[in-house]
């Protein structure tokens, strides 16, 4: 199957710059935006497309140097929650770039453990949670 035989307008994710449709003026704001160190908040209702925005400048060639951790967080619901998740993402990014860089990334996140859930149907479900509640915000 040839890349022009997928159907562009994804529910979720993000294709490729070539199938990336609309938002000129505000992809090009918001490079500016990010050329110049500024902090942004996009906001707007849900699936409205701004993940896809987000991913989409930052494919752009003149962020190639950035490096990029995506997290959504709709499904957390607390800090230590949040930190596993964002934990997780930085792992399995930097795992390509050698070992080097995941040895220094794996001792400050030795807090983090795996455990095991179920749910009142018997339903199992693997999570990652802070060893120590208390010290979530020194893991972040």
Do not use: P, Q
């Given at each position: 199957m040839?890349?022009?035989d997928i159907n562009p307008f994804l529910i979720r994710g993000y294709l490729?710059?070539?199938h990336f449709c609309d938002r000129e003026?505000?992809?090009?704001?918001?490079?500016?935006l990010l050329r110049n160190g500024n902090d942004v908040v996009l906001e707007a209702p849900r699936r409205i497309g701004k993940s896809?925005?987000?991913h989409h400048c930052f494919a752009q060639a003149e962020l190639k140097d950035y490096k990029i951790f995506y997290v959504d967080i709709y499904s957390t619901s607390n800090l230590a929650?949040?930190?596993a998740m964002l934990g997780t993402e930085i792992a399995d990014k930097l795992k390509s770039?050698?070992?080097?860089a995941l040895q220094r990334f794996w001792d400050v996140v030795m807090s983090l453990r795996a455990g095991i859930s179920f749910d009142p149907m018997g339903e199992a479900s693997l999570n990652i949670q802070v060893?120590?509640?208390n010290e979530s915000r020194c893991t972040l």
């Open positions: 040839k890349l022009a490729d710059k070539e003026a505000e992809t090009r704001e918001l490079l500016r896809s925005l987000i929650d949040f930190v770039k050698g070992k080097k060893g120590d509640i």
